[in-house]
Structure formats: structure tokens, C-alpha cells
Nanobody, 124 residues
């Protein structure tokens, strides 16, 4: 089992950058696929990015490809999301999620462990 705590959200102007971090507890963090999701007001939670156990492979939503980068440090039990060239449509609560599987997934339902979320607001 793993517990997740996000940090790094805030208010930023369009075109700016933010780095989100997710700290995980648990001895088997390296055996969790990790992902970032987001939920805007009135919308369903959606996939942003996911990363494999060792960090070698990633998947991104088309809407963030080329602007966001997911990374992990298994020695520190952490996963980050670097967000560049932010747009107003990136405004949402961002959630870190963990999946106890070797297989990456973009589906919300495939992740059993979730953080409390961190707010990102992009002003235009």
C-alpha cells in the first residue's frame, strides 16, 4: 500500500511553468506505476501522464504532450510533473495516483491509490 501527498500547485500566468511533486510512503514504491490526473470544475477527472516502474517509459495525454514531463526518483519515493508553457485550459486540481501493476494505464479506474490533489490555476 502507498500513501501519496502532492505539492507545488499555485497560480501562474499563461506561458509560465510549475513543478508538481508527489511524495509517497511505502517500501515498494518502485513497484508502482505512477500517474498524474487532473479535474477541472464541472468536468470528469482526466489522464495527464504516467510513468513505468523504472521511469524508462512514459505516456502523455495529447493535450499536454511536448509541454509536460513526468519523472520519478525511486530512491526518494517521489514522482514529479514539470509543466511548461501553461495554458488557461490547464487549470484544474492535479492528482498523483499509484497503480500496483507493471502495466501502465491511462484509465482513472485502474489506479487504486490517490493523493488529495493540488490546485493549479493559470491566468490568461
Amino acid at each position: 500500500q502507498v500513501q501519496l501527498v502532492e505539492s507545488g500547485g499555485g497560480l501562474v500566468q499563461a506561458g509560465g511553468s510549475l513543478r508538481l511533486s508527489c511524495a509517497a510512503s511505502g517500501r515498494t514504491f518502485s513497484r508502482y506505476v505512477m500517474g498524474w490526473f487532473r479535474q477541472a470544475p464541472g468536468k470528469e477527472r482526466e489522464f495527464v501522464a504516467t510513468i513505468s516502474w523504472g521511469g524508462a517509459t512514459t505516456i502523455y495525454a495529447d493535450s499536454v504532450k511536448g509541454r509536460f514531463t513526468i519523472s520519478r526518483d525511486n530512491a526518494k519515493n517521489s514522482v514529479d510533473l514539470q509543466m511548461n508553457n501553461l495554458k488557461s485550459e490547464d487549470t484544474a486540481i492535479y492528482y498523483c495516483a499509484g497503480r500496483s501493476s507493471i502495466l501502465k494505464s491511462i484509465a482513472v479506474a485502474d489506479y487504486a491509490y490517490w493523493g488529495q490533489g493540488t490546485q493549479v490555476t493559470v491566468s490568461s
